[in-house]
């Protein structure tokens, strides 16, 4: 799933419905704003690990970026997704 949103982050505002999607299924999952952290803690490293010294601190910054942009929309989504029940 990560690597689809990645490939649409250039045309973000034709996802971002299915994004918002994305996070209202996590209710169901119990998913909190810790996990979004674990998640993206983990992606860093698993980044880091694999690209080596070509995880430069821009690529870094950037993964931060798409990563906060995705989950802060999923985060959203499910909070008025919460409201709603």
């Given at each position: 799933m990560l690597s689809s949103l990645v490939k649409g982050l250039n045309r973000m505002p034709e996802i971002?419905?299915?994004?918002?999607?994305?996070g209202k299924r996590h209710i169901e999952y119990k998913t909190t704003r810790t996990d979004y952290d674990k998640v993206a803690r983990a992606l860093l490293r698993t980044l880091e690990e694999f690209l080596g010294d070509e995880f430069t601190p821009e690529i870094r910054q950037a993964w931060?970026?798409?990563y906060g942009e995705?989950?802060?929309?999923?985060?959203?989504?499910?909070e008025e997704g919460n409201l709603d029940h």
């Open positions: 971002i419905g299915g994004v918002r999607e994305l931060i970026g798409v995705i989950a802060g929309t999923m985060i959203e989504a499910a």
